[in-house]
């Protein structure tokens, strides 16, 4: 036999033995699964798409690998490629890449209300990650299409938070709120700016699209106030009085408005409108019967004071075309939500409330303050 062919023969049958060696050390052995694969960010290739965003969404984030891709493989949970995701509306947070914020659930429905409005403004603002405290969640959406921003539930985190009131959050320099923000920032009080979100009014309405339900109650009840009368501008009117009495008094020395207050803002309506039909809504109906004096048989008790589902006075009072209002995030929101002319008491103490300051502040168009007496 040539010497040639015997060396060929003798590398064959090396290369074979090499080749069954390998397959039988990696069937022995798990260097192949998948939890043992020691990937970066960059190495994952396996993907799948994800559904398109919604244009309605306020807040994107931006998924880890890439915008339209969301990776299928488990990353090594070594401290280098730890991730924690949290997955809403298609959208991926990374915790520790970037801000987490959120604020204190504190108040009834209007409280509520102007706090995640806040949230919104601030987390569009600085560029954070908004998280809603449970509670305020749950009771917006019982009256409110879906939220845009998610349940603290969802956050797949353990963050530290740093708590400040907004006053102190708002006088922090960018990159010192960055910094704390990665650790999560909790905004305490009752965290309200009017003039802060009152720049994306047109989104923040949005926010608040009542149920189906709640719209075809307040349009049956415009409806039937309306009766025969031609022409009819409804001008919604919120007296808040009751609890609202001793915050007044032990927070600033101030009263109540009266029946002084609301015949000057319903005889500015009366002339520009003579075809006005006031829709009171209130939590001392009492009061309003022996003080608002109708003309022309114009002013109609329409609100039920249901406490425990507030959001039927407040759709109603939106769906007017005008509103006078006396104090109050619930009033506010009213009002607010309904646009038109809105009418607001001033100068019922020394020093404005928080809320006042803040309207005044936001400089909203057809906004005006009366004198409180």
């Known amino acids: 036999m ?10 064959s049958f090396f290369l074979i033995g090499f080749t069954l060696f390998l397959i039988l050390s990696c069937r022995s052995s798990d260097w192949l699964t998948q939890d043992s694969w020691k990937l970066k960010e960059k190495d994952v290739k396996l993907v799948v798409p994800i559904k398109e965003i919604s244009q309605n969404q306020s807040f994107h984030v931006k998924p880890v690998i890439n915008l339209s891709q969301q990776n299928l493989l488990t990353l090594s949970k070594s401290k ?3 991730i924690h995701k949290l997955h809403f509306q298609n959208s991926t947070f990374v915790c520790g890449k970037g801000g987490v914020l959120t604020v204190k659930s504190g108040g009834r429905l209007g409280n509520l209300m102007g706090e995640y409005a806040t949230l919104w403004a601030l987390a569009k603002r600085d560029g954070f990650f908004p998280i809603l405290q449970h509670r305020t969640y749950i009771t917006l ?8 921003i998610p349940t603290i539930a969802n956050l797949n985190c353990s963050l530290a938070w740093k708590s400040m009131n907004l006053h102190v959050y708002n006088n922090l320099n960018k990159v010192n709120r960055t910094q704390i923000a990665e650790d999560g920032i909790y905004i305490d009080g009752y965290p309200t700016s009017v003039s802060l979100f009152h720049r994306h009014r047109s989104e923040i309405v949005k926010e608040f699209q009542f149920k189906k339900h709640y719209i075809e109650r307040a349009q049956a009840e415009l409806y039937r106030l309306k009766e025969n009368r031609q022409n009819v501008v409804f001008v919604g009117v919120h007296v808040r009085r009751t609890d ?19 015949t000057r803002a319903m005889d500015y309506f009366r002339k520009k409108f ?16 022996n003080h608002l004096k109708p003309m022309n048989n ?12 507030p959001a039927e006075d407040m759709a109603l009072l939106a769906a007017c075309n005008h509103t006078i209002i006396s104090y109050g995030n619930f009033g506010f929101w009213s009002a607010y939500l309904g646009g038109g002319e809105v009418i607001l008491a001033g100068n019922i103490s020394r020093m404005p409330t928080e809320l006042q300051h803040s309207i005044r502040s936001a400089n909203i168009s057809h906004w005006q303050f009366f004198p409180g007496f």
């Open 2 to 11: 040539p010497r040639c062919n015997i060396k060929r023969t003798v590398f």
């Open 80 to 82: 280098s490629s730890l």
């Open 141 to 148: 959406t019982k009256y409110f299409l879906d939220t845009s």
């Open 244 to 262: 609202y009495s001793q915050f007044l008094q032990g927070r600033f020395q101030a009263q109540l408005v009266g029946e002084v207050y609301f």
């Open 274 to 289: 003579p075809s006005s039909l006031f829709v009171v809504a209130s939590d001392d109906m009492d009061w309003c019967r």
């Open 298 to 309: 114009d002013v109609v008790f329409a609100g039920n004071r249901n406490t425990e589902n």
